[in-house]
Each structure stands twice: as structure tokens, then as C-alpha cells.
């Protein structure tokens, strides 16, 4: 299957869909992505902006969420900002905490008032 992202005005996804492969794959056997953009929007009679995105990350950094920002410079998906103090990993597109994740077994949450890891209680 290929995964299409619908996104907005503002580059953000509001939806997430699939199609078969084979309506992605020219006469020669090469996926082209706007074979897959042109059928949707065909489908839905449409002419909305589609990027294809993929559940093993090959392309665009990470599969699409509905509410990622689609990065045009960085060409990759983005998840929304889980704190305000995490910064954006610039090789995985991906939120991190300041400080690391304790590197144990035991569960912990962000607290973004202490900058610090809380460890859960059960």
C-alpha cells in the first residue's frame, strides 16, 4: 500500500490515506508520487495537496499524522511540539527532551515546570 497526507493551507495534515501501489507505479515499474496525487484528487474531484509519507520512514522523515506540519525546507513530517522547552532533532525530525530520558526500566513523564523527568508511580 502507499499512504497519501492531505494537507492544508498551512501545511498541517488533516487526513491520511491509502491506495494500492499499483496506481503509483509508471509503465517502467517506478513508484511516481504524483501518479498517486493526480488518481486521489481525480477521485475525490479534487485539487488538494497530497505527499506521500511511509510507515517504515523511508521517505519524509515519519509517516504522517493527522496534525504533523509538513516541512517543505526539510522535506519531512513533523509532530506537533509535545513542550515548549524540547527542541526539534534535526536528523529524525523528532521532539526531544533537554535533558535525556533516564536510561532505565522504569516508567517516567515529562515535567515541563521542573524540566525534569518524573518517575511514575503505579
Excluded at 51 to 59: A, D, E, F, M, V
Amino acid at each position: 500500500m502507499a499512504y497519501f497526507a492531505k494537507l492544508n493551507s498551512n501545511n498541517i495534515v488533516e487526513t491520511v490515506i491509502s491506495i494500492n501501489n499499483a496506481v503509483i507505479t509508471d509503465a517502467n515499474g517506478v513508484e511516481q508520487e504524483q501518479l498517486g496525487v493526480d488518481f486521489i484528487n481525480q477521485l475525490y474531484n479534487t485539487n488538494d495537496v497530497w505527499k506521500q509519507t511511509s510507515y517504515n520512514n523511508n521517505i519524509r522523515k515519519n509517516y504522517a499524522g493527522i496534525g504533523f506540519t509538513y516541512d517543505s525546507q526539510r522535506d519531512a513530517f513533523i509532530p506537533p511540539k509535545p513542550f515548549n522547552s524540547w527542541v526539534l532533532n534535526e536528523t529524525t525530525c523528532i521532539w526531544e527532551a533537554p535533558i535525556s530520558k533516564p536510561d532505565n526500566q522504569h516508567p517516567y513523564t515529562w515535567n515541563e515546570e521542573t524540566q525534569s523527568w518524573t518517575l511514575q508511580t503505579i
